[in-house]
């Protein structure tokens, strides 16, 4: 009988998770670095849908700034991402953790 309930108990949380992702996939999050000089959008599951680039910021001399800022703001993008996905996924994480399966 304890076996059917983790099974039923397990069941429900992947359809749980497979929602948290459905969801995820349709919030995004907002990285701004540089004063607003370059943007980068991900949605909740870490896909990159977008970037904006001030033309202030595209100096053909000096590349490298400009690289830099875009690597900022993906990295910060990619770090914001993870932490939705986590908030989202925490209580999934722990129900796991109080049935003996954590990860």
Do not use: C, H, W, Y
Request: glycine share 12%; hydrophobic share 40%.
């Amino acid at each position: 009988m304890k076996l059917n309930n983790i099974m039923k108990q397990a069941k429900q949380m992947q359809t749980q998770m497979m929602q948290i992702q459905e969801q995820l996939a349709n919030e995004t999050v907002e990285a701004v670095v540089g004063g607003g000089m370059v943007t980068a959008k991900f949605t909740g599951q870490g896909d990159m849908v977008s970037v904006k680039i001030d033309p202030e910021v595209i100096n053909p001399e000096d590349t490298e700034m400009l690289e830099d800022l875009v690597m900022s703001a993906v990295n910060e993008g990619i770090k914001k991402s993870r932490e939705l996905m986590g908030e989202r996924m925490g209580g999934l994480t722990g129900a796991l953790g109080a049935m003996g399966m954590g990860f």
